[in-house]
């Protein structure tokens, strides 16, 4: 189920608020835990129901190393079991290699060894990577002896959350089950209301009347990646970037906002990434939570930065590679991240530095901050080549096309996807005129659509804008004008980018 769908928005969400918060008023705290748990089981299994026996197995496997991780401290306090972590990490690993990488793997191997493996085209479950990684983490700390077991309802309820259930952010125990066990939280906050109801309505309108419209000429431009000319290569990776941060970044903030409506905080996964002025920050403003599980269960395990600069230059590089598989099952993917990892690594050998800047050590040359914005927005925006290409062969040629000028008229082609009910009539009277005139208004209408981008990403962004409460009015009939204008638009309703992930 989607959050901009019309059955979400006019049935599931509103019976769960009042589900969960009449339960609760009725001081039927843990069947109220039971119905919120059932309500994100039947939002994950919409999908597909085969979804759920999935999620369900996973729960269940690192509930019971949870339950053996009890019940071995209480008869070996002295003692500690190196079994335990690997097998946990081994199954969690073990279930998302099956599902996600299991084609991949098979693929290589016949490249390798010339054999003819049948692929075993398994199904993905939607969110896998993240509640894995959600669960991994856990199960580590568990391990770790810092953090407590707890019972199922509770466990599931971390797990489950629809909210962030299936593309983020990826959440820590420590973070989410105080909140579910705060009873002084199950009960309808106004103010957390007003906060939720405007995170929901700006994400909204980031994915349904910006990203949702840019996915248009994007998807069309990449079923013939090699027929793209200089000038459609360059505003068709520009609207991709811009599809990938409003969908993903539109997600999280009406993931956001649905938790606010139950009293819940989510991390902060994205801080305005493309204002950034060097790779490293950029990462540090974007899909944050990824990153911080990365540092704490990948990086610092490896030595982080304990064992001198080179390794630690190391360590970040493998950190982005695997980034970079996590992503997706493709070479492509495994690519973009190894090119994120060397420009970190570029960042933090401080050769070229820019001024405002956090580094660790005094940098030879300095550039200005906006010079810096600049070019790590270009070297994303090439990056992503890959990150959206289905081959390298691909991702090179649209690089090339770039940099080797040249033009055959695609761009009018693949423009003319750029579908906008807004512009309907428009578009229909352009069309009786002339084929000249409708190209010039597709033109028109895809640089709106940028300039408004790139004035929305250099704004404020949702989580500071969505606290406010300086002129109640106004922003109260504006969130309701553009509430409405996004509910009339779901006729454009997509999947969000990061369901593959």
């Known amino acids: 189920m989607l959050f901009n769908s019309y059955i979400f928005i006019c049935i599931l969400l509103p019976v769960a608020l009042l589900g969960w918060f009449g339960l609760n008023y009725f001081g039927h705290n843990r069947l109220a835990g039971i119905f919120l748990t ?29 339950l053996i991780v009890e019940l071995y401290r209480k008869h070996h306090a002295d003692t500690q079991a190196r079994i335990i972590p690997i097998i946990s990490v081994a199954a969690n690993l073990g279930l998302l290699i099956v599902f996600k990488y299991t084609d991949f793997l098979i693929e290589n191997i016949n490249a390798i060894t010339g054999s003819n493996i049948a692929l075993r085209h398994i199904l993905l ?10 669960q991994l983490s856990y199960v580590v700390d568990r391990c770790r002896g810092r953090a407590p077991h707890y019972d199922l309802i509770t466990y599931m309820m971390f797990v489950t959350f629809f909210p962030q259930l299936i593309a983020g952010p990826i959440v820590t125990y420590d973070e989410m089950i105080p909140q579910f066990t705060d009873m002084r939280a199950r009960r309808i906050d106004p103010e957390n209301m007003r906060i939720g109801v405007r995170y929901f309505v700006i994400g909204f309108a980031k994915k349904v ?6 996915a248009g000429p994007v998807n069309q431009a990449f079923i013939t990646p090699r027929e793209l000319d200089t ?63 990365f540092t704490t269960y990948v990086y610092i395990p490896l030595g982080g930065s ?5 390794r630690m230059l190391v360590n970040v590089f493998i950190v982005f590679v695997l980034s970079g598989l996590w992503h997706g099952a493709a070479w492509t993917y495994v690519l973009w991240g190894a090119i ?18 956090d580094y660790k050590r005094e940098c030879r040359i300095y550039i200005p901050r906006k010079l810096g914005q ?20 691909d991702a090179l040629h649209l690089i090339k096309s770039i940099f080797c000028v040249n033009w055959n008229g695609k761009l009018f082609e693949i423009l003319s996807f750029l579908k ?20 010039i208004l597709h033109l028109a209408c895809a640089a709106v659509m940028l300039v408004i981008s790139f004035i929305i990403i250099l704004k404020p962004n949702s989580h500071e804008i969505a606290p406010r409460n300086d002129h109640p009015l106004r922003d109260g009939i504006l969130m309701g004008i553009l509430f409405t204008w996004c509910f009339i638009s779901l006729n454009q309703v997509s999947t969000f980018l990061y369901f593959n992930f």
């Open 38 to 66: 059932g309500i994100s089981l039947w939002f994950y299994a919409y999908f597909h129901i085969s979804y759920l026996f999935v999620i369900v197995g996973s729960i269940a496997i690192n509930y019971i190393i949870s």
């Open 231 to 293: 000038l459609t290569v360059i505003i068709v990776m520009l609207m991709y970037m811009f599809e990938l941060y409003f969908d993903f970044s539109g997600y999280c903030d009406m993931a956001s906002g649905i938790a606010k409506m139950f009293n819940i905080d989510l991390p902060v996964n994205f801080n305005s990434p493309y204002t950034s002025a060097n790779v490293k920050e950029l990462w540090q403003r974007w899909h944050i939570t990824l990153s911080r599980f």
């Open 209 to 214: 009347l910006l990203a949702d419209v840019m």
């Open 340 to 357: 994120n990892g060397l420009l970190v690594v570029w960042d933090n050998v401080c050769l070229i530095g820019v001024k405002g800047c």
């Open 306 to 310: 304990r064992r001198g600069f080179g």
């Open 125 to 134: 479950p939607l969110g896998i990577s993240f509640f894995t990684f959600q």
């Open 420 to 439: 906008t009910p807004e512009f309907y009539v428009a578009e229909e009277a352009a069309g009786m005129m002339s084929a000249g005139v409708l190209n």
């Open 374 to 393: 600049v070019l790590t927005f270009c070297f994303f925006l090439l990056s992503l080549c890959f990150f959206r290409s289905s081959t390298i062969a």
